[in-house]
């Protein structure tokens, strides 16, 4: 039997990060099934599913805890298989606007109302052509309940987007 494995870290970036945190998997015989890894402001922080034999599982945690010494955070859980998803609608979202504080609670509040589940989010500020205006970019791959139509995704985004002067599309994934 295995056991799953959801690690998160953050450490101030430096060389050899990811190849310490490998060594400790690979020597425990767990596999790296799947992260999200990222440099932001200085720092590299991550989270990677892990996959190890149930007798190796304990040991590679307090291995991995054993990094903490050299400045990385970290967060081991194990995990349980996901349940079967309901019947869901997969859906990718995009947003362009003037930066301003709020906007990631106001998109993600109107998408709580419609009971999606964000997969994936990723954002950033980028300076617009010729203005120079400081503009905010998010990508999000969102779970939206059967029931929920693409349009009354956009019909709530389209009024969001009216209020926060920003564009923004929804559009229904290939993975769907």
């Known amino acids: 039997m295995t056991s799953s494995l959801v690690l998160t870290f953050v450490s ?5 990060l990811v190849s310490a945190i490998s060594e400790k998997i690979a020597t425990a015989g767990g596999s790296w ?14 989270i990677v599913l892990i996959s190890v034999p149930d007798a190796n599982a304990s040991g590679l945690t307090a291995a991995l805890h054993s990094l903490e010494e050299t400045g990385l955070r970290i967060t081991v859980a194990r995990t349980t298989p996901a349940e079967p998803a ?20 106001d998109v993600t509040h109107a998408l709580n109302q419609l009971g999606a589940n964000i997969e ?17 970019r998010a990508a ?17 985004l389209e009024r969001l987007a009216e ?6 599309a929804a559009s ?5």
Request: hydrophobic share 35%; charged share 30%; net charge negative.
């Open 12 to 16: 101030h970036d430096k060389p050899g």
């Open 33 to 46: 099934l799947e992260s999200r890894l990222a440099r932001l402001a200085g720092e590299f922080a991550g």
């Open 86 to 105: 309901l019947s869901y609608r997969t859906l990718e979202l995009e947003l362009l606007g003037q930066d301003r504080p709020g906007i990631v609670r």
């Open 120 to 136: 994936e989010f990723s954002s950033s500020i980028e300076s617009a052509p010729f203005t120079g205006e400081t503009m905010f």
């Open 140 to 156: 999000a791959r969102l779970r939206v309940p059967g029931g929920v139509t693409t349009e009354e995704v956009r019909k709530i």
């Open 163 to 168: 209020e926060m002067m920003v564009d923004l």
């Open 172 to 176: 229904e994934s290939e993975d769907a």
